[in-house]
């Protein structure tokens, strides 16, 4: 009754974005981890899984920009709806071709990119107008809260679901397939009651319409540092456990249940620490998910073993939305001072945001890429999830610096 009392407390646009991400929370599994797994079943290439991952990548940061001309005309929710409906449809798309073709990847993987580009476009700036810096770590502690309790629910049934139907209904042709169709038409569903809950909010366009700047405040340049630092591990860390389960683990039942493990503890840690985080706790917080990442990734590639793949999953999950609850709210504070200094448009930043992340998932993806078709998959697995994890941990270093120049 109290946390209702909490949330009910929340201005009313902050409280249509949680209930309509609390929703969508149900979608994001299934587009991150079980898309890949899809890939992985079909062809057992790590390096087609890496190209889809790249065809998504590389819309996004042209989706952004296209949605910053269509914001001068168009509400930023209706782009939000449109970004989460079309999540759906590229989903049905890919799971609906007879072949794995490089083409049918690559067209799959853009308009996945598309989706993508729309829903965090819009939800970057919805989050940033409708909080403030005071509760913006309860609304990512909340959020963080339903993705990862969703991971639970989601992973764990959606596994067992796709080893159930393939098993049971083994004289049906591409039985795979279908329990993939099946997915993916429930995922148009969640989309739509998303859709129709962030449709009762009343948000309005950025007011100026110019948005693309080529100087920025020096302070920006650090937080574009920061955002290829965390494209880095992006990049890679969205199809790493799912390349990791099927070589060491098995199928899409496993990935389900090792995906689910600590889940639900963590999924109520992140809440209690978005509830009671202040703006001061955010570097402990950054520091303590980037220290995860580290160990999670070299212990795996040390012993590189089933053993590993379970710690690895282990500190990931804890990782993943800690790093989260401190690095958006960070963000979105340098975006209200350097906004406010240069007396520009907020949706500036978030576009101009999203291409710093493209480097570093570029950079990410591509060295998995080099390294596996130069010298094995294996290979590539074991250097490059260190390598980038140890990178990132660079941005403590930059976040503390960026903070303490605000704050003087």
Known sequence: MKELKVFLSQPRNTRILLSTVAVYALILPVIEVFQAAYIMGKSSE????????????????????????????????????????????????????????????????????????????????LVLVSTNDQNRNYYYGTESFFNTFSNVVVNTTIGLFIVYFTESFKGLENSRGVAYNI????????????????????????????????????????????????????????????????????????LGTVQSVSALI???????????????????????????????????????????????????????????????????????????????NEYTYICNHEFGLYVGRLIGCGTFIIIAWSISEDTALVFTLPFVTILQALSYFISKKMIKNINS
């Open 266 to 344: 963590t999924a109520f840690l992140m809440y209690f620490i978005g509830r009671k985080a202040k703006p001061e706790h955010r570097l402990l917080i950054l520091a303590f998910a980037l220290i995860l990442f580290v160990v999670g990734a070299i212990f795996n590639s040390v012993l590189y073993n089933s053993i590993s793949v379970y710690v690895f999953l282990l500190c990931l999950v804890i990782a993943r939305p800690l790093f989260d609850i401190a690095y958006f709210p960070i963000q979105l504070k340098v975006i209200d001072y350097v906004a406010s200094a240069e007396k520009r």
């Open 46 to 125: 790590m390096i087609r899984v890496l190209f889809y991952q790249l065809s998504v990548y590389t819309s996004i940061p042209f989706v952004f920009l296209i949605n910053g001309f269509l914001l001068r005309k168009v509400r930023p929710d209706l782009l939000f709806i449109l970004g989460m409906i079309l999540s759906g449809v590229s989903m049905l798309i890919m799971t609906s071709l007879p072949e794995l073709t490089n083409w049918g990847l690559g067209i799959a993987g853009m308009l996945m990119g598309v989706s993508f580009g729309f829903f965090w476009s819009n939800r970057d700036y």
């Open 183 to 254: 997915i993916a038409y429930s995922v148009l569903v969640l989309s739509v009651i998303a859709s129709i809950i962030l449709s009762k909010g009343k948000f309005g366009r950025p007011k100026s319409p110019k948005f693309i700047y080529f100087k920025f405040h020096k302070l920006w340049y650090s937080m574009l540092k920061m955002a290829v630092l965390k494209g880095l591990v992006q990049g890679f860390i969205v199809t790493a456990p799912s390349l990791l389960i099927f070589k060491f683990i098995g199928n899409e039942g496993a």
